[in-house]
C-alpha cells in the first residue's frame, strides 16, 4: 500500500459499509412488500418484480462493469458505482408506481453489480501481506450488519417514518460511504491490458473457482430460502419466531472474524477441505436434528461461522488467481452468486416437496461435499502460507 494510504481499520469500514448498504438494499423489500404494495396498488408478488429487477440488474453488471475495475481502477469503479447506488435510492423514494420503483431498482442492482467486485478487489488490494484472510474476512462483515442491523432496523422504521424515508436514509448513508471512500481511488492503481469476462474466464483455476462459487452459493441459499417454511409450516412456529434464524445465522458469520486470523495460520491451501466438510456436516445435523427448534438455532450459528470461513477462503482463492484481472474475475463471481440466488428456490423447492427441509439440506450437503473434494487438489496446485504467522 502507498506511504499516504489512511489507516488500514478506515478503509476496511469504508468497504464493510458499502457491503451493508448493497446488502440491506437486496433483502429490503420482503418486509416492506406489504406497505409498498398498498401505496403503489400492488400485489406482494408484483411488488416483489422489483427484487428481480435488482437480482437481474446486479448479474448483468457485475458480468460487464466488473472488468472496467481492472482499467479505471477498482477504488474508481466503486466511487461511480456508490453515485448510481445513491441516485437509485432517491429514484426508489420518489416512485409514484410499480414500474419506476422496478426501474430504480433496476438502477440500484447495476449500481451493485460494479460495487461488489470492487469491494471484494479492494479487499484484497488493501489487505497487507499475511493478513490476507483477517482483512478480508472483516471486510465481509459488512453482510451481516446488513442482515442483522440494517434490515431488521430498516423494517422497524418503516413503520414509524415510512418505507419512502427508508430508501431516502440509505441514500444519505450511501452518499456518506461515497465520501469516505475517496482514499480507496488512490490505492488501486488501473491495469495496463484491458480485460473481459472471456479474458478471466481463460484464467487458468477460473473454471474450478465457477464450480466452487456454485458448490458454495447454491448451497447456502437452498437452505435458506426454505428455512421460514420450515419453521412456519413443519414445526407451526410464528412469523416473529423464524425471523431468529437469519438472526442467529448473521451472529455466527459476524463472530468468525474473530478466527480468522487461523485462517491466516494454515493457509488457504490447506483450510479449504476441511472448511467444506465441517459445512457438510452441519448441513446434515440441521436435516436431522432440525425438528427441535433451540438445536437448530444453535446450528445456525454454526452454520454462518463455517459459511464466513468458506466465503473467506473462495474470495482469496479467486483474487489470488490474476491480480491483473480481479475486476473481471470478481465480476463473473458475483453473477455466478445471484444466478445462485434466482436457481435456488427451485433447486430446492424439489427437496422440500419431497422431504421437507431434511430435502434441501440434503442437496446442500451433497454441493458442499463436491466442494471440499474439489479443494483437495489446491494443496498441489497453490503455494503453502508464507505469512510470518505461519512461519
Sequence with gaps: MPVNAPPLWISIATLMCAIAIVGTNALLLSPLVQPVGLELSATPTQVLWASSGYGLGVAAAALLLAPLGDTLGSGKLLRMALIALTLGFVASALAPSLLMLIAAQVLCGIAGGAALPS??????????????ARTVGAVLTGWTLSLVLGVSLAAWSAELIGWRMVYGTLAGLCALVWLLSAPLARLDQPGQVATSPLSALRVPGMTRGICATIGLMLSFYVTYSYTGAHATISLGLSTGQAGLLPLFYGLGFGSAVLLDPILDRIGMARATSPVFVVATAVYLGMGTL????????????????????????????????????????????????????????FVGGFGFRALGLLGCVLISATLTALAAIEALSLRRSLPLPTSPDAA
Design 290 to 345: 432440525g425438528n427441535s427448534y433451540p438445536v437448530f438455532l444453535g446450528l445456525a450459528v454454526c452454520w454462518g461461522i463455517f459459511q464466513h470461513f468458506a466465503l473467506n477462503l473462495l474470495v482469496a482463492r479467486l483474487t489470488a488467481l490474476d491480480p491483473r484481472q480481479r475486476g473481471a474475475i470478481m465480476g463473473i463471481y458475483s453473477t455466478t452468486t445471484y444466478l445462485c440466488v434466482f436457481a435456488a428456490p
Design 119 to 132: 469491494i471484494y478487489t479492494m479487499a484484497a488490494v488493501i489487505s497487507p501481506k499475511g493478513r490476507e
